[in-house]
Structures are given as C-alpha cells and as structure tokens.
Nanobody, 132 residues
Framework: QVQLVESGGGVVQAGDSLRLSCVAS????????IGWFRQHPGKEREFVAA????????FYADSVRGRFTISRDNAKNTVHLQMNSLKPEDTAVYYC?????????????????????????WGQGTQVTVSS
C-alpha cells in the first residue's frame, strides 16, 4: 500500500518556476513507478511525466518536455516535478500516482494513462496557477 501527498503548488507568473513534491508513505515506494498528471478545469486528467522505480525510464508529455523534470529520492520516499518556464496553459491541479504493477514502466502506454487500472494509488492533488 502507498499513500501519496502532493505539495508545492501555488500562484506564479508566466516564465516562473515551481517544484512539486510527492511524498509517499508505505513500504512499497521503492518498487513503485510514479507518475504526475494534471487536470485543467472542465477537462480530463492528462499525463505529464513518469519515472520508474529504478529511475532508468522516464517519460514526458510533449507539452512539457524540455521544461519539466521528474526525479525521485527513494531514501526520502519523494518524487519531485521541477517545472520551469511555466505557461498559463500549465494551470491545473497536479496529481501524483503510484503503480506497483508497472513499477519498471515496461508498458509505456499504461504509464501514460491516468486511470486506476494503471495507477493503483493517487494523491489528492495540488493547484498550480500561472498568470500571464
């Protein structure tokens, strides 16, 4: 079992940076892949980035590649999402999620799919607002 808590959201201006954190509790964190997803108002949740348990595989959405960086510290049960050059279209609620079934991100499509079939554990989300 893995419990997830996100933090680090806030209100910033376009071009600014934020670092989101996802802290996990439970003994299985080091075996879990972690994904970040976001949900814009009135839209479906979408994939942002994912990192495998061993950090050997990392995926990014095209919309954030080159601006966002995902990393993890298994000793601290934490995954970070460094977000640079933020744009107003990055405004959303950001969620982290964990999967033990696909911990090595062997299945890329599953890693990028925001539903409970592919990610068994979800945090409550943190709001990011980017003003122009």
């Amino acid at each position: 079992q893995v419990q997830l808590v996100e933090s680090g959201g806030g209100v910033v201006q376009a071009g600014d940076s934020l670092r989101l954190s996802c802290v996990a509790s439970g003994p299985s964190f080091s075996r879990a892949a972690i994904g970040w997803f976001r949900q814009h108002p009135g839209k479906e949740r979408e994939f942002v980035a994912a990192i495998s348990s061993s950090t050997t595989k990392i995926f990014y959405a095209d919309s954030v590649r080159g601006r966002f960086t995902i990393s993890r510290d298994n000793a601290k049960n934490t995954v970070h999402l460094q977000m640079n050059s933020l744009k107003p279209e990055d405004t959303a609620v950001y969620y982290c999620a964990a999967t033990l079934r696909n911990g090595d991100l062997k299945w890329q499509v599953a890693a990028m799919t925001p539903d409970n079939r592919h990610y068994e554990h979800w945090g409550q989300g943190t709001q990011v607002t980017v003003s122009s």
